[in-house]
């Protein structure tokens, strides 16, 4: 079976094939092929994954190209994680909003619609390469921001791509290890938008083991959602939300200090980032031991300045190991080999939330088999939760207009009926900032 992953040059790339090379079942991926347009990269990657494959018999044949249309033929899965702009074109993302006063990570408020007008029409020219090219693949969708490229591919390609994420697995791992149960086991009531989702219930043989949480202080407080929101707002909500969602509930206090940060998010992996890639030009370096260290610094300070502000303290270790690549290889053996799972996805809504038309693309519990992902019936959202989604929504709406047309104006309507973009004229400012510092936004007329 071969794989293609677009991105191929990308950092987290052995992730993906660390994964592989412990599936040894009839079936298996054989065959994976590496597309990027950065030669440098792509032998970066190359060396890194070499040296996994070292001790494995049998592992999955590695080729890289930067011929698109070359890397799709023939695919079976497609796993696409590209970064259009690289981590320069991040932190210009978050260079430009911080200075109009607001939130610009790369997939929540004026960062996220910049990373989406750009990234979009690459994307869907992607699906329709693999509408023509491959038209039985499976497109796996990793790209940022994960829930809008999706739609914007499902559009050519239907239910046949799947966006994932690791935010929600990761959730959930969290809250039935501290409830003491095995996540393997649970059930977890997880419905929203990629990065703007909620945890309304953890099913343990049929009894939701959520209220106990929420009832308890030591239990509620002593992991990363709880120090990060704080005991108090979470029995407000009685659900416990994804970590993006503190962008929305402490914005301002996120703004103050990623504008006091001594480097963005984006700056700082771009400049970490850079010195691996460096490193892997010289022959004699230690590509898997450089890719681990960096990879460790790298999970440790994610959202470093939202626990900062939180008063959350350092990550724990457990949450130091990343997770979508599980999901990835979940994905494609449920598909491949019909192994029937759950697993929580970004996928087309087909009447699942009756706020949004069939077509939205939310991030709920799916059931996965040889036909694709379906998503499972759930209970309406509390009206609080369902504002945000549908105003979410409405602004990834008008981000696939503007990437359509071309407009100027209907991207400016985007930024502007953001919920955390507080000023329409604000949101002038910022389609002239990103204009100015990103090229891939010239098509706006």
């Known amino acids: 079976m071969k794989l293609t992953i677009l991105g191929g040059g990308g950092f987290r790339v052995p992730l993906v094939y660390g994964a592989l090379l412990t599936d040894r079942a009839e079936g298996r991926v054989t065959e994976v092929v590496l597309h990027d347009l950065d030669d440098s990269r792509l032998y970066a990657v190359a060396r890194v994954l070499d040296e996994q494959a070292s001790a494995v018999p049998d592992a999955p044949r590695v080729t890289a190209t930067t011929d ?23 932190a210009n993302d978050e260079r430009v909003a911080l200075a109009e006063g607001v939130l610009g990570q790369e997939t929540v408020g004026a960062g996220g619609i910049a990373y989406g007008l750009r990234t979009v029409p690459v994307a869907v020219d992607i699906a ?50 501290v409830l003491g149960a095995d996540p393997k086991q649970a059930w977890i009531d997880y419905v929203g938008l990629n990065h703007l989702g909620w945890v309304r219930g953890l099913r343990v043989a049929g009894r939701d083991e959520l209220p106990r949480l929420l009832a308890d202080d030591d239990l509620l407080g002593s992991f990363e959602e709880g120090k990060l929101f704080g005991v108090d707002w979470l029995r407000s909500l009685g659900a416990i939300p994804n970590e993006y969602l503190h962008y929305y509930y402490f914005n301002r206090e996120a703004v103050r200090s ?87 996805l970004n996928v087309r809504n087909q009447g699942t939330l009756a706020v949004l038309d069939a077509d939205a693309v939310i991030e709920v519990p799916c059931l996965v088999d040889a036909n694709g992902a379906h998503p499972v019936a759930v209970a309406p959202l509390p009206d609080h939760a369902t504002g945000l989604v549908c105003a979410v929504k409405g602004v990834e709406r008008e981000v696939l207009a503007a990437a359509e047309s071309g407009s100027r104006t209907t991207a400016v309507k985007a930024f502007a009926l953001h919920p955390l973009v507080d000023s329409v004229n604000v949101a002038r400012k910022l389609v002239a900032g990103y204009t100015d510092v990103h090229p891939g936004l010239a098509y706006l007329r």
């Open 128 to 177: 329709r390469r693999v509408a023509r090219l491959a038209p039985d693949a499976w497109v796996i969708n990793f790209t940022n921001p994960a829930g809008l490229v999706t739609e914007a591919m499902s559009r050519h390609l239907g239910d046949r791509v799947i966006g994932i994420c690791d935010s929600p697995v990761g959730l959930g791992r969290r809250i039935a290890r």
């Open 68 to 90: 698109l249309d070359e890397a799709l033929r023939g695919a079976d899965f497609i796993f696409s994680a590209i970064r259009v702009g690289g981590l320069e074109g991040r």
């Open 258 to 344: 990623y504008q006091q940060a001594e480097k963005t998010r984006g700056a700082f992996l771009a400049d970490q980032q850079a010195r691996f890639y460096e490193e892997m030009k010289r022959p004699d370096a230690a590509a898997l031991t450089a890719w681990d260290r960096t990879r460790a610094e790298r999970e440790a300070t994610y959202m470093a300045e939202n626990r900062e502000t939180a008063g959350a303290g350092e990550r724990d270790a457990d949450d130091l190991s990343g997770g979508y690549e599980k999901v990835a290889l979940a994905l494609m053996r449920a598909i491949a080999r019909d192994e029937r799972t759950t697993l929580i």
